[in-house]
């Protein structure tokens, strides 16, 4: 027998890259198969575009160094770890004290005390206005929290909202973050496209709002809105990443792309030369270590809050106003 009849006269297309995301595709979705709820999604939510982008950090600029228990906290939840000693007494605002364990210590990672939902929002916003600003889509910084009236609409207002100096595009952003590690979040699936469906279901989300529904239904090609959603681990959902193409295709453009050069205000690292590797580190550690400092304050709270004291000597008033010898109203003095 020959080796030509052996041989396939029809050419097949080898594409190593491609064979080696099919293996690991397939070597992943064993693991995953095979591992806990938390351990399934923290794996599929590691595989975003941006996601644990704080362990790259060089700490060559004030923006990229972190508090070392920020860091921790950082790394603690991106690998699925209690930011505390279980057991573990919570003081959850009004909702009193819990004893969190194994099956519930992610509550830390989303307990809104302390500005745990707020301060991460507010962080990706603030960044992502800046931005917007220095890779030169607009000359000024953009606002935020800009009214947007709709008749029969109540009040709404977007996060971001500015209009392109060149082309006159207007962008109306809100921002969310979609915690992974949430208890409703655990009750799916950890495969690939997991994490991704519900990036992609908070931008279903935020389109189907009524103003921002009113802005895609009515407004023609020269308003664009954009979800711009972020998961817990720092990683990019779809309209973010392509709103990020938009932007550094700008700043490439408008002479903004090269960092010593185009944005020289900023303090940078040698591995974010580019506005692309820069801005996408800003704000993945914008969402990630803000989460983190909560969560450090929270624990560092709760451990403050449960020590054990003497159980007949007094502890400190609660009235931050009260003087033992001061004078009460009516003239009487304390004691």
């Known amino acids: 027998m020959s080796l030509s009849s052996i041989v396939s006269p029809v050419p097949v297309a080898l594409n190593t890259r491609r064979l080696s995301e099919h293996l690991y595709r397939k070597e992943f979705g064993e693991v995953a198969a095979a591992a806990h709820p938390l351990g399934a999604r923290l794996m599929a939510a590691g595989c975003g575009k941006g996601a644990g982008s704080f362990f790259s950090l060089v700490p060559m600029a004030s923006a990229f160094r972190l508090e070392r228990a920020t860091f921790v906290a950082s790394a603690r939840r991106y690998n699925g770890l209690s930011p505390a ?18 099956p519930d210590f992610t509550h830390l990672y989303n307990c809104p005390c302390l500005g745990g939902n707020t301060r991460p929002h507010d962080s990706v916003k603030n960044t992502l206005a800046h931005a917007i600003h220095q890779c030169g889509l607009v000359s000024a910084l953009p606002k935020t929290e800009v009214q947007m009236d709709r008749v029969g609409c109540d009040t709404w207002h977007a996060d971001i909202m500015l209009v392109d100096d060149a082309s006159g595009t207007s962008y109306v952003i809100d921002v969310a973050i979609v915690n992974i590690d949430s208890a409703t979040a655990l009750q799916r699936r950890g495969d690939f496209g997991d994490v991704e469906a519900s990036l992609v279901q908070a931008e279903a989300e935020k389109r189907a709002l009524p103003i921002p529904q009113r802005v895609i239904q009515e407004e023609n090609n020269s308003v664009v809105f954009v979800p711009f959603v972020m998961s817990s681990a720092g990683g990019f959902g779809p309209a973010a990443r392509a709103f990020l193409k938009v932007l550094y295709r700008t700043a490439r453009a408008r002479a903004k792309w090269v960092m010593a050069t185009g944005q020289p205000a900023l303090e940078r690292a040698w591995n974010t030369t580019f506005a692309s590797t820069y801005w996408d580190m800003r704000l993945s550690v914008a969402c990630t270590a803000a989460s983190a400092e909560v969560v450090s304050r929270l624990v560092a709270r709760d451990i403050n809050m449960g020590m054990v004291t003497h159980r007949l000597r007094r502890q400190p008033w609660g009235d931050p106003n009260f003087s033992v010898y001061g004078v009460r109203e009516g003239g009487a003095s304390g004691g």
């Open 85 to 102: 000693d279980l057991p573990h007494s919570h003081h959850c605002g009004n909702r009193g004290e819990r004893q969190l364990g194994q």
